[in-house]
């Protein structure tokens, strides 16, 4: 491997935003990383903005790659393909790092003890006004996999940077015709073998949940990905020891994101259970949702 850290970043239309990222990057106080640059078919002018950036004297090496319009888990896995980095760092296009992140991602990686078998580390994100997204732990930090998360107290999104090794092992499914797919999935699979995560409460990523982002668009990139939102929901369900309420409520999510709670006797085909069950779970819903107004 020729750097430490590959930071990966997926981007799709994002030319007005991406800088903030850029100028993150240039203030970092370490650069032993490159800056791998998917770019998933824009057509705002990223390119010619990338690739002026490029030519600048950079302190550290950027590489921009253009694919057709596939989604961001296509771009992640054309990334591995190329990655020179020992790790891996998603870093989305309308986030940025503060100035210490890289130097605390290869301090903190250095902690890990070789004889167990971890997958890299974690850190926390954060908003701009550096308030903490999601839930902590009290402590230094908690060795556990992504599927014990919840036991630990570790919620919302975090900042994982993962073994590029350990990824290209665990590419991300991809399904003809769909251009979603939740991260979930890759981190569930690479915890139910048996890989750690050391996670440390320090803020390095500062994100935005923008109104066109994936994070706020919910149902609609999943009814257009339907066959990544059944897998998601039949492996989580294997691998996260859910309760009988948390499985219904991902029953009904399946129906209502597909289907539009229409089609019950083909969402409950699509889930293996039972229509009366199904309809049990849309029902339950309903109730929380109507309570909850």
């Not at 990338?50 to 319009?69: A, E, G, H, R, T």
């Not at 009290?138 to 556990?144: I, L, N, R, T």
């Not at 500062?206 to 492996?235: M, Q």
Request: glycine share 6%; net charge positive.
């Amino acid at each position: 491997m020729d750097k430490f850290l590959t930071i990966c970043t997926p981007t799709y239309n994002r030319k007005h935003i991406l800088v903030n990222l850029y100028k993150s990057l240039k203030k970092q106080t370490v650069f032993d990383f490159e800056w791998l640059i998917i770019d998933d078919g824009s057509e705002d002018g990223t390119e010619e903005l990338v690739n002026s950036w490029i030519k600048l004297d950079n302190q550290f090496d950027m590489y921009y790659y253009k694919c057709n319009n596939g989604g961001k888990h296509r771009a992640i896995n054309k990334a591995l393909d190329i990655a020179k980095g020992k790790m891996f760092f998603i870093v989305d296009s309308d986030d940025y790092l503060t100035e210490d992140a890289v130097e605390k991602i290869i301090k903190y990686e250095s902690t890990l003890p070789k004889e167990e078998k971890f997958a890299g580390i974690a850190f926390s994100k954060g908003f701009e006004d550096k308030t903490l997204v999601g839930t902590t732990f009290k402590g230094e930090f908690v060795d556990a996999t992504s599927i014990e998360r919840r036991k630990y107290n570790i919620l919302g999104d975090k900042a994982e940077i993962f073994y590029t090794s350990v990824l290209k092992e665990n590419k991300f499914p991809e399904f003809e015709g769909e251009k979603f797919i939740t991260e979930a999935v890759v981190w569930n699979r690479i915890a139910k073998k048996g890989y750690k995560i050391r996670w440390f409460q320090d803020i390095i990523y500062i994100c935005e949940y923008r109104d066109d982002g994936l994070t706020k668009l919910g149902y609609t990139k999943f009814k257009e990905s339907p066959k990544g939102l059944l897998l998601y929901i039949k492996e989580s369900i294997e691998y996260l020891n859910l309760n009988l309420l948390e499985r219904l409520s991902r029953y009904s999510y399946y129906s209502k994101a597909v289907y539009e709670n229409k089609n019950i006797k083909k969402a409950s085909e699509d889930l293996g259970i039972k229509e009366t069950t199904l309809k049990f779970a849309i029902l339950l819903r309903k109730i929380v949702e109507k309570i909850k107004k």
